[in-house]
């Protein structure tokens, strides 16, 4: 499998990985994907009370792809709203990343751990 | 100084070996009549060597050269052994074939089209060391078992077949015994003098002859037939007919007779650097080696690194060329068959990597590999949200997972 230079580049320097400290104000939490299939991410947004991402962080266990995929995210969320963060879709990712066909459920996975981590604050927060 | 990237993937195939290859050039520009032709000096000596190469093959398994049939490879003397039994005696003997759920898939996949031409077969899983008893082998044959199959070596977990006792119990039962030994040859004495096989059968780019040749043994006392698979000129005595490629066969033949004279200081060698490899990695915390490590060939290591998934290892480490048994790259996502048959977790599955190492392989090579491992695994483990769960005290098995 030979990789696109972006995939290569967040692999080997991926942006904003780790977790926020358990009690930390404002953090929702998504994670998808399970290890039986090849893949988990867990990707944490931490919310200002403006309703904006301030930042965001990942943990994969998964293909290079996936790796960068979650990456890719982390960036593209910070400074969006919950909503202008739902816009973000696989094929982006996936144009971006320049991923081959076998490997979009990378970036289907990506998309759907903004959805969980989004889904995760709106329940925190419904009251 | 180390070259990279260092090949650690000998169970794909090995280099050809220089010795081998010397041997070969000659019968591709001077010497390059064709073996079937009688009329004249060309023919002659082509078939000479093609000859002298069948004696060198028989010799590595201690067997008659008229026992040995030349093929393109392991996996036409597969389809070759299986098939042309299973036919050929399914009249008088039955139509039921006993395999291994573990086989490569050269076998089971001829087992499967037979079952789609109405034979039934019984796939024996294996135990959690990936080998099977002779108790279960007893069990998973019939009256009418007419083909039994079953590799030497297996070539994932590099865990070797009780082959030598299976083969008395399929005597006894009059099924032909059939064993894949593509990943034995050179790996571990075979004499087909003792041991009560059939058919065996044979690859040269495993055991650093080229690719694109390989050979059935096809037992003689007691008389083995079997039905062509190829039709067309008779060659090889009507069992597999084609123009014979005298300079592959040559290059069989050399690699095969290095192997013999070699074997047994070459392993000895291969296992101190396997043992070093292991015993390297083993202080790596959640790290599993797969499959039994006693009856296992020397070049062999496959390891679980848990957490952590195969193929982005791949990526962290391509300094050293390797294989997994993560299938990310496949559209199934299904790991390894092997492993999952083993009763390994799905995330262990994933998580493996196969080390085979070989002729060329260096100590400098090896320790370089351990050192990359630990620098590598360490950073990945950092990304893995399972790694993080694991150290927070959290049972993944009792996590539900979305699957997708």
Redesign the interface.
């Given at each position: 499998m030979s990789y696109s230079t972006k995939v290569i580049d967040h692999y080997e320097n991926p942006r904003n990985v780790g977790s926020f400290g358990k009690d930390e104000e404002g953090i929702a939490t998504g994670m998808v994907g399970a290890p039986a299939c090849g893949d988990v991410m867990k990707l944490q947004l931490k919310v200002g009370k403006n309703g904006i991402i301030e930042d965001a962080k990942f943990k994969t266990y998964g293909c290079g792809s996936a790796i960068a995929s979650s990456s890719l995210v982390t960036e593209w969320v910070k400074g969006k709203t919950l909503d202008q963060a739902l816009d973000i879709k696989n094929t982006q990712i996936a144009e971006e990343l320049a991923l081959p066909p076998v490997k979009i459920h990378c970036s289907i996975l990506a998309e759907d751990a903004i959805k969980a981590a989004v889904a995760d604050y709106k329940k925190k927060h419904a009251e | 100084m180390l070259k990279l990237p260092i090949y650690l993937d000998y169970s794909a195939t090995t280099p050809v070996d220089p010795r081998v290859a010397d041997r070969m050039i000659p019968w591709l520009v001077e010497k390059f009549g064709n073996p079937a032709s009688r009329s004249h000096a060309f023919g002659w000596e082509a078939e000479k060597a093609v000859e002298e190469a069948r004696e060198q093959v028989a010799a590595l398994v201690n067997a008659d050269p008229k026992e040995i049939i030349w093929t393109s490879g392991a996996t036409e003397s597969n389809n070759l052994a299986i098939k042309g039994a299973a036919n050929f005696y399914a009249g008088t003997k039955g139509k039921h074939i006993v395999t291994v759920a573990t086989e490569h898939k050269a076998v089971l996949d001829t087992v499967k089209e037979l079952e789609r031409q109405g034979f039934e077969a019984t796939y024996i899983e294996p135990q959690p060391n990936g080998l099977i008893t002779v108790d279960q082998f007893k069990a998973a044959l019939r009256k009418d078992t007419v083909v039994a199959s079953v590799m030497a070596v297996n070539n994932e977990i590099g865990v070797i077949q009780p082959i030598a006792e299976l083969g008395e119990i399929a005597r006894a039962n009059g099924t032909i015994f059939h064993v894949d030994a593509a990943q034995a040859t050179g790996k571990m004495p075979l004499d087909l003098a003792k041991l009560k096989v059939d058919l065996m059968s044979f690859s040269a780019h495993k055991t650093y002859g080229p690719k694109g040749i390989g050979a059935l043994y096809v037992r003689r006392k007691p008389r083995i037939r079997l039905e062509a698979q190829m039709h067309g000129g008779g060659h090889e005595r009507g069992m597999r007919s084609g123009t014979l490629p005298t300079h592959q066969i040559v290059g069989m033949g050399e690699a095969f007779r290095i192997a013999r004279e070699e074997m047994a200081t070459e392993n000895e060698r291969i296992r101190m650097l396997r043992d070093r490899l292991l015993k390297g990695v083993q202080d790596i915390e959640e790290t599993y080696v797969n499959g039994d490590l006693d009856h296992r060939v020397p070049h062999n290591l496959n390891v679980s690194f848990n957490?952590?998934?195969g193929?982005?290892l791949l990526?962290a480490i391509k300094d050293i060329a390797v294989s997994s048994g993560?299938?990310?790259?496949?559209?199934s996502?299904e790991?390894s068959y092997v492993l999952r048959a083993l009763g390994r977790?799905?995330?262990l599955a994933?998580s493996s990597i196969r080390f085979t190492l070989g002729r060329f392989t260096t100590e400098e090579e090896i320790d370089f590999t351990i050192k990359l491992l630990h620098d590598k695994l360490g950073k990945l483990r950092?990304?893995?949200?399972?790694?993080?769960m694991y150290k927070d005290g959290i049972d993944?098995n009792t996590v539900q997972?979305?699957?997708?």
């Open positions: - | 957490f952590v998934e193929e982005s990526m993560s299938a990310c790259t496949s559209a996502l790991p977790s799905d995330e994933h950092e990304l893995s949200p399972l790694w993080e993944l997972w979305a699957a997708h």
